[in-house]
């Protein structure tokens, strides 16, 4: 038969109703927090999304302007090599026609 010593013992070594009971409060609290954080992950999640939006639209600009750069260096450039050959041009008639140039 079973003494009032095992049952002590069985009652020190598994858990009782109240353990069980004192569990589950826990559980719901967990289960609570956890909804919590799903809702505040969701959020951070639309915020990085409006970010993203936000960095992608920059990017479009900032690519439209690198265009616009490059464009107006190569129109500088093809100016430069246009007024160059002026210079050349001009050089060679006042030589030509024995004319000096002021600087």
């Known amino acids: 038969m079973i003494s009032d010593q ?3 013992k069985l009652k020190e070594t598994f858990p009782t109703k109240e353990d069980f009971s ?3 409060v826990k559980v719901d609290g ?10 505040e992950v969701g959020e951070l999640h639309d915020k990085f999304d409006t970010l993203s939006n936000k960095f ?3 990017e479009s600009k900032i690519d439209g ?3 616009l750069l490059e464009a107006s260096l190569q129109e500088h450039g093809a100016g ?3 007024l160059a050959r002026h210079d050349r041009h001009i050089t060679a008639l006042a ?3 024995s004319v000096s140039l002021a600087d």
């Open 6 to 8: 095992d049952i002590t």
């Open 95 to 97: 030589t030509h026609a």
């Open 22 to 24: 004192e569990l589950s």
């Open 56 to 58: 992608d639209s920059m």
């Open 80 to 82: 430069a090599v246009h």
């Open 65 to 67: 302007m690198v265009g």
């Open 30 to 39: 967990i289960q609570e927090e956890l909804g919590d954080l799903k809702v």
